[in-house]
T-cell receptor, first 110, second 113 residues
Framework: DVKVTQSSRYLVKRTGEKVFLECVQD?????MFWYRQDPGLGLRLIYF???????EKGDIPEGYSVSREKKERFSLILESASTNQTSMYLC?????????FGPGTRLTVL | GDSVTQMEGPVTLSEEAFLTINCTYT??????LFWYVQYPGEGLQLLLK?????DKGSNKGFEATYRKETTSFHLEKGSVQVSDSAVYFC????????????FGKGTRLSVIA
């Protein structure tokens, strides 16, 4: 079975902190994605990557950056966390059509 | 651009009731269609998919048929259970699989005993 793991299930940070959300997949997938999920807004794509060291902006990249130094790992970085970045963050990887999701990280920024 | 519209929730049903969650799409070309499910406290998981017109995807008693003429992919289940309570997302992908999935906003289903 494909496994996508995220470093934390719950995270509480202070405004202005630098935050790293880590995602690791174990199926050698080329494509990886970061979404945020908010009530009434569904899933919104933040960034995605089709290969190591490659990244593409999604629909809402402002305030975020990403890093993909190894194929299996895709990190989401909040350079200076703000309260409006309180959300559920979901990582996914894919091979061809199907996406496989991690369990999510619920981030609260105080 | 491509888009997915699904019925807004929440939907509340009694156990053993019939479920329909509507999903329609707008896409250039000929997309593949998916239903994902998110159980409480978990990430999304693929429920079923269809890759061409008139295909029927099915899993765990759920079904959806790819209707090109009505650009729809409605999710149905004949008899829901309490364990089906979750959020359901309709999504599409272009044929290449080289662009991210486009998701609907999700429909929350609550099934009461």
């Amino acid at each position: 079975d494909v496994k996508v793991t995220q470093s934390s299930r719950y995270l509480v940070k202070r405004t202005g902190e630098k935050v790293f959300l880590e995602c690791v997949q174990d199926m050698d997938h080329e494509n990886m994605f970061w979404y945020r999920q908010d009530p009434g807004l569904g899933l919104r794509l933040i960034y995605f990557s089709y290969d190591v060291k490659m990244k593409e902006k999604g629909d809402i990249p402002e305030g975020y950056s990403v890093s993909r130094e190894k194929k299996e790992r895709f990190s989401l970085i909040l350079e200076s966390a703000s309260t409006n970045q309180t959300s559920m963050y979901l990582c996914a990887s894919s091979f061809v059509l199907e996406q496989f999701f991690g369990p999510g990280t619920r981030l609260t920024v105080l | 651009g491509d888009s997915v519209t699904q019925m807004e929730g929440p939907v509340t049903l009694s156990e053993e009731a019939f479920l329909t969650i509507n999903c329609t799409y707008t896409a250039t070309g000929y997309p593949s269609l998916f239903w994902y499910v998110q159980y409480p406290g978990e990430g999304l998981q693929l429920l079923l998919k269809a890759t061409k017109a008139d295909d029927k995807g099915s899993n765990k008693g759920f079904e959806a048929t790819y209707r090109k003429e009505t650009t729809s992919f409605h999710l149905e289940k004949g008899s829901v259970q309490v364990s089906d309570s979750a959020v359901y997302f309709c999504a599409l992908s272009d044929r290449s699989g080289n662009t991210p999935l486009v998701f609907g906003k999700g429909t929350r289903l609550s099934v009461i005993a």
